[in-house]
Antibody
């Protein structure tokens, strides 16, 4: 059974930092592009970042460039998102996701990040 | 960036109805389009990819069509478990992708 389990969310003050983790199991993690997708409260889905199978390519939505860093550890079947200089508008549920052919095949259950003073 | 626009944003229907949701891309995306279903408090679930290919395990009452800029998701006979929010996603510009704003389907 495929599982993506996110952790690391919580309440953080504006300007603060947070590191999200995602533990993958049940599929060949190293064969998949991996992404972070977020959803602000009551809003739609927004792609945030993704990373190639070997970590050699990384892409970000413009609103997080220079503040967020995506990384992965294939030996640990894990995906990460380092979030710095957090803003109120970064408040959202963050989903870990996996893609083989472009569409998102696998989703985690999400972890809530709240940026507030 | 490719912008995806869904219509309607919300609507109500009854079980047994046939419903259609549309998705329009701001530029041609060939057939690089997926549809997802999301229920409250849950992660999205992939229904259709490549515009018309049903994901394994998804009921055959769901179907997708279109190419270029205009796409549709059809549910042929609504069941109670189908009331949810639906999103389209383009992956023509993969690795960068974008979602539509969502269509909330409610019970009439």
């Amino acid at each position: 059974e495929v599982q993506l389990v996110e952790s690391g969310g919580g309440l953080v003050q504006p300007g603060g930092s947070l590191r999200l983790s995602c533990a993958a199991s049940g599929f060949t993690f190293s064969s998949y592009w991996m992404s972070w997708v977020r959803q602000a409260p009551g809003k739609g889905l927004e792609w945030v970042a993704n990373i190639k199978q070997d970590g050699s390519e990384k892409y970000y939505v413009d609103s997080v460039k220079g503040r967020f860093t995506i990384s992965r550890d294939n030996a640990k079947n894990s995906l990460y998102l380092q979030m710095n200089s957090l803003r109120a508008e970064d408040t959202a549920v963050y989903y870990c996701a996996g893609e083989k052919t472009g569409a998102t095949d696998y989703w985690g259950q999400g972890t809530l990040v709240t940026v507030s003073s | 960036a490719i912008r995806m626009t869904q219509s309607p944003s919300s609507f109500s229907a009854s079980t047994g109805d046939r419903v259609t949701i549309t998705c329009r891309a701001s530029q041609g995306i060939s057939s690089y389009l997926a549809w997802y279903q999301q229920k409250p408090g849950k992660a999205p679930k992939l229904l259709i990819y490549a515009a018309s290919t049903l994901q394994s395990g998804v009921p055959s009452r769901f179907s997708g069509s279109g190419s270029g800029t205009d796409f549709t998701l059809t549910i042929s006979c609504l069941q109670s478990e189908d009331f949810a929010t639906y999103y389209c996603q383009q992956y023509y510009s993969y690795p960068k992708c974008s979602f539509g704003q969502g269509t909330k389907l409610e019970i009439k």
